[in-house]
């Protein structure tokens, strides 16, 4: 059975939870690929909201085993917690499975990042200091720790005595920091943490192509998005993993001939979080309603989103680095109220006009954005369910949309809850 990625498409935060827990009732497994708790999934089920980090959304599901993936990157601590939360809620979380081949964020990494953005000051990339980049870095470097070394006490110990040695050095010499205790560091990740994981570390490559080859439903899910990957996003105001729909093979352990059908999710505008190019943002009251409108605040850190129209120029581009097959377009209600709404459908920038993305990033910063503008439907649109129930404003928007990508879009989020949302393709 083929499997299914969904990933986002702009600067994250587009609403994947909402939508991948919507075709994740499908599934039987849902793996998240890459990330870790810096990205956060909302997900509204008869009025209880559940925020998640670490856990795929098919947790709410309980026919369907959640699994992290080997390229994510995991905070014992974190992970816990979110399970007890979860637990709390009467969400049975004993179905988790996490790849031993996943690393592991240690007390250092958070240091580590939260010392380095104060140290960039103006210049920072506006990481959400959760350590996760410094977890990735030494990954790279062939120095990180991984979940399956919970289970092994002496490796544990001497990987960790062997990399706190050098990262005590940058503490001390760089920073003028005291250095971490790798007593205390042991004590507690080989106690708790690896007593309550234990039963979740898994071979999860054997899991999910067992799966696959029984042709059950496997969905393969993104945290961030296309332009916040490391290789393809604006960097270097990106994330540290492959969000992309390419990362979901690297990230799960799967090759792309298992992989038929790649869901891209967008808002109806854009946002971003931290630092960066963002050409069609909105610095006046517009912007300023669309973060009241959508909540945009993010699920984990709190941090204020930068809103923007809707970028087809980035779209189109996000089309061709995941290979869409098809688009789900949140948040429409959130410009009921508008008189006007708007589209980029190009960039200009001295005399030269781009429907491309532009490669050179000084180029990206410089552009400015052309429009295409459209009357505001001012409808509540929270209670439809059906196409043919839209305004023709909003019907006739999102179907330039459509026009404008390339792809079909097939569903259309109205409302935070898991029952607000229409087929478009109906």
């Known amino acids: 059975m083929p499997a299914t990625v969904v990933v986002g498409t702009q600067w994250g935060d587009e609403g994947k939870g909402k939508f991948t827990d919507l075709v994740a009732k499908e599934m039987h497994l849902v793996v998240r690929y890459q990330g870790g708790h810096n990205a956060g999934h909302t997900i509204v089920v ?19 085993t959640p699994v992290i993936g080997n390229g994510v990157v995991v905070d014992p601590r974190v992970l816990l917690a979110e399970l007890d939360v979860l637990a709390a809620k009467g969400v049975d979380t004993s179905r988790l499975k996490v790849s031993g081949n996943a690393h592991l964020i240690l007390p250092y990494h958070q240091e580590l990042d939260k010392l380095t953005e104060r140290r960039l000051g103006k210049n920072k990339v506006g990481t959400t200091k959760r350590g996760i980049g410094p977890a990735y870095a030494d990954k790279a470097s062939r120095v990180g720790l991984r979940v399956q070394d ?7 110990r001497e990987k960790l005595d062997g990399v706190l040695r050098e990262k005590n050095a940058v503490l001390a010499k760089v920073f003028n920091q005291l250095p971490l205790d790798a007593d205390e560091i042991a004590e507690e990740y080989l106690g708790e943490c690896a007593e309550r994981m234990a039963p979740m570390i898994a071979d999860t490559v054997n899991l999910v192509h067992d799966a696959l080859d029984a042709d059950q439903h496997v969905l393969l899910e993104g945290a961030q998005a296309t332009f916040l990957d490391l290789d393809h996003g604006t960097y270097p105001f990106v994330t540290s993993s492959n969000p992309v729909a390419g990362g979901a093979c690297t990230g799960a352990g799967v090759g792309p001939r298992y992989i038929d059908r790649v869901i891209g999710i967008a808002k109806a505008y854009v946002t971003r979080v931290g630092a960066g190019p963002f050409p069609t943002e ?15 605040f993010g699920t984990n850190t709190g941090r204020r989103r930068r809103t923007g129209w809707f970028d087809a120029v980035m779209m189109r581009h996000a089309v061709r680095l995941n290979s869409l097959s098809e688009l789900a377009v949140t948040k429409l209600d959130v410009l009921d109220t508008l008189d006007t709404v708007k589209v980029c459908v190009a960039y200009e920038l001295d005399g030269e006009r781009f429907e491309h993305l532009p490669y050179h990033q000084s180029v990206l910063h410089k552009a400015k954005p052309v429009y295409a503008e459209f009357p505001g439907w001012r409808t509540d649109l929270t209670s439809i369910t059906r196409r043919d129930q839209l305004p023709a404003e909003a019907l006739d928007y999102v179907a330039f949309l459509q026009e404008q990508v390339g792809v079909p879009i097939t569903l259309v989020g109205v409302g935070p809850g898991r029952e607000q949302f229409l087929h478009f393709d109906a």
Do not use: T
Request: charged share 30%; no cysteine; hydrophobic share 40%.
């Open 46 to 64: 008869d009025g209880e909201s559940f925020a998640l980090q670490l856990v795929p959304s098919g947790i709410l599901y309980d026919h369907i």
């Open 150 to 156: 919970l289970l092994d006490p002496k490796i544990f």
């Open 282 to 296: 909105l610095d006046d009251e517009i912007g300023e309603l669309l973060v009241d409108r959508g909540h945009e």
